[in-house]
């Protein structure tokens, strides 16, 4: 990525969010509703128990491509996954080759499909830390993950990344950013404020746009810290609601 204005001014578009992008989220809550009042009265089991399930009798084991697609298909077939998803997945994996990113950090593990599209990228001396609080979705992506034969160069932890991020002790030079939404800036911010980001590394931020995240999109498109640049994609497992990523490089100028 070129480090000049004219691709700071290109990425300053688009920033708000517009009418598509919160019907997405509208019908993601919908979603949302129907699963917790379905597990609620145990009419089936949680989405999560039951894409495991799929992953443990459909996946080709260590084959990482039959891993995602049983997820993608649970996802486009039975109900909304809050992956990065088939499209923005792709871009994720690019970026991560084009990087030639060594140690990465991933804030948000969910069932693992980010991580997968991450570890099945890295070459003999790269490494992937992710970070994931609920306890759950740890262990469900920790078992999918070795289905898809990738838990060699992969370190889970388990914690709040609030918490997590200060008692890190290396730099990264490729980081993920998909947890909750509120906390993009103010992990960030961390990461920056305890010297863990490379010079040069590459902030990779998901649902921009979905999630109409102003104030991270403020913060990375006017630091002189950053170069940033946005990339519209639709969100994950839609082929209306627009969404998109923001890929930031850490120049680390003031
Ligand atoms: C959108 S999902 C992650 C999806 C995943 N990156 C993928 O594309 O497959 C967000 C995840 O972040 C986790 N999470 C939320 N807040 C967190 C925090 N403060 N620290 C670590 N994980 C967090 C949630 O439990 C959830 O599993």
């Given at each position: 990525?070129?480090?000049?204005q004219?691709?700071?001014?290109?990425?300053?578009?688009?920033?708000?969010i517009?009418r598509?992008?919160?019907l997405g989220?509208?019908?993601?809550?919908?979603q949302?509703l129907?699963?917790?009042?379905?597990?609620?009265?145990?009419?089936?089991?949680p989405?999560?128990?039951?894409?495991?399930?799929d992953?443990?009798?459909?996946a080709?084991?260590?084959?990482?491509?039959?891993v995602?697609s049983?997820?993608?298909?649970?996802?486009?077939?039975k109900?909304?996954?809050?992956?990065?998803?088939?499209?923005k997945?792709?871009?994720?994996?690019n970026?991560?080759?084009?990087?030639?990113?060594?140690?990465i950090?991933?804030?948000?593990?969910?069932?693992g499909?980010?991580t997968?599209?991450i570890?099945?990228?890295?070459?003999?001396n790269s490494?992937l830390t992710s970070i994931?609080?609920?306890?759950?979705?740890a262990?469900i992506?920790?078992?999918?993950?070795?289905?898809a034969g990738?838990?060699?160069?992969?370190?889970l932890i388990i914690?709040?990344?609030?918490?997590?991020i200060p008692?890190?002790?290396?730099k990264?030079d490729?980081?993920?950013?998909?947890?909750?939404?509120d906390l993009?800036?103010?992990?960030?911010?961390?990461l920056?404020?305890?010297?863990l980001i490379?010079?040069?590394?590459w902030?990779f931020a998901?649902?921009?746009i979905l999630f109409?995240?102003e104030d991270?999109?403020d913060?990375?498109?006017?630091?002189?810290?950053?170069?940033s640049?946005?990339?519209?994609?639709k969100?994950?497992y839609?082929?209306?609601?627009?969404?998109?990523?923001?890929?930031?490089?850490?120049?680390?100028?003031?």
């Amino acid at each position: 990525m070129k480090n000049n204005q004219s691709e700071r001014k290109k990425s300053s578009m688009p920033l708000r969010i517009n009418r598509k992008s919160f019907l997405g989220v509208l019908s993601i809550i919908s979603q949302e509703l129907i699963e917790a009042i379905s597990t609620k009265f145990k009419i089936k089991k949680p989405k999560e128990e039951e894409v495991l399930s799929d992953v443990r009798l459909k996946a080709e084991i260590n084959n990482p491509n039959s891993v995602l697609s049983v997820i993608d298909n649970y996802a486009y077939k039975k109900t909304f996954l809050m992956n990065i998803g088939d499209e923005k997945g792709l871009l994720l994996e690019n970026a991560i080759s084009e990087s030639k990113a060594k140690n990465i950090l991933e804030l948000g593990v969910y069932l693992g499909y980010s991580t997968i599209r991450i570890l099945k990228n890295l070459n003999e001396n790269s490494k992937l830390t992710s970070i994931e609080s609920n306890n759950k979705f740890a262990e469900i992506s920790s078992e999918i993950i070795s289905i898809a034969g990738l838990s060699d160069k992969h370190n889970l932890i388990i914690g709040r990344s609030s918490e997590i991020i200060p008692n890190l002790n290396e730099k990264f030079d490729f980081i993920f950013i998909d947890h909750w939404k509120d906390l993009y800036l103010k992990d960030l911010k961390s990461l920056e404020e305890n010297d863990l980001i490379e010079r040069n590394a590459w902030i990779f931020a998901d649902n921009v746009i979905l999630f109409n995240l102003e104030d991270y999109l403020d913060y990375v498109r006017s630091s002189p810290k950053y170069t940033s640049k946005f990339i519209p994609a639709k969100r994950e497992y839609s082929k209306s609601h627009p969404d998109g990523v923001e890929i930031s490089i850490f120049t680390n100028e003031v």
